[in-house]
């Protein structure tokens, strides 16, 4: 078994919704990213791609790469969930915490786990979503972007 942490942050800018675990929200304000800026999803493949000891979500998806500018981040997490199956490794579970004043995610929260497990080809059981703020402190509480943190268990496939 592995065990890989990711992080990922963005500022909120101009928009109307944002994107958390391939869900779009409403928003009034969208997110500063060179992609879709999915916080979520981008924690969870900085997580797998540490487990997999294949470096990190600069390495694979460079912003200075046009390729991924606007890219939805679940195609980026199907990339990374194909180079993790290539060395014969599965997610066996993962933990995500969101972290911001607002929006509020509750009622977003299964469809994220839908979309993340769906993608991840794992059961939706075996994938927790969760939110919190900062209680007004930091970057985050002072509402001037949103942070995710992601922990996932990588096990052999048998």
Not at 8 to 16: I, K, N, V, Y
Request: charged share 20%; with cysteine; glycine share 12%.
């Amino acid at each position: 078994m592995r065990i890989g942490q990711g992080i990922d942050a963005h500022r909120f800018g101009e928009g109307s919704s944002i994107r958390l675990g391939g869900v779009d929200i409403p928003f009034e304000r969208g997110i500063e990213a060179h992609s879709d800026g999915d916080v979520v999803l981008h924690a969870i493949c900085d997580a797998m791609l540490g487990a997999a000891s294949l470096g990190d979500l600069g390495k694979h998806f460079p912003s200075d790469d046009d390729r991924w500018h606007n890219a939805d981040s679940v195609q980026m997490l199907e990339h990374v969930f194909g180079l993790v199956s290539a060395q014969n490794l599965r997610v066996s579970n993962l933990d995500v915490t969101v972290i911001c004043q607002a929006p509020r995610l509750s009622t977003h929260v299964e469809a994220m786990q839908a979309v993340i497990a769906a993608t991840l080809e794992m059961e939706k059981n075996h994938v927790s979503v969760k939110a919190t703020t900062t209680d007004g402190l930091g970057y985050t509480g002072r509402g001037e972007g949103i942070a995710a943190h992601a922990v996932v268990l990588l096990s052999d496939r048998g």
